[in-house]
């Protein structure tokens, strides 16, 4: 299938209740209060209070949550390497 439009590469939160990610990504962890995902070289880390997917594509995906406690955006480390967050 050919896509009709380009979808660039977003991560956004709108509304303080909802993380929107479009382009693509790898979930590596979910659980009721953690979403631990990777996109474009970096590790994207959430806890809050009842994290769920809305909407989960192979190209997009919208989380939202009750109440946001914290979220971390590191460079992930190649295979191999190590370095601190």
């Known amino acids: 299938m050919r896509?009709?439009?380009?979808?660039?590469?977003?991560?956004s939160i709108e509304d303080f209740n909802t993380l929107k990610v479009l382009g693509g990504y790898?979930?590596?962890?979910i659980t009721e209060g953690y979403a631990h995902l990777r996109k474009e070289g970096y590790d994207i880390q959430i806890s809050g209070i009842e994290i769920h997917f809305d909407?989960?594509?192979e190209h997009s995906a919208l989380l939202?949550?009750?109440?946001?406690?914290?979220?971390?955006?590191?460079?992930?480390?190649?295979?191999?390497e190590s370095h601190e967050t």
């Open 64 to 80: 939202s949550f009750t109440e946001l406690h914290d979220i971390r955006i590191t460079k992930a480390a190649k295979e191999g």
């Open 55 to 57: 909407m989960l594509m």
């Open 26 to 29: 790898e979930l590596i962890k």
């Open 3 to 11: 896509k009709l439009f380009e979808m660039g590469s977003l991560l």
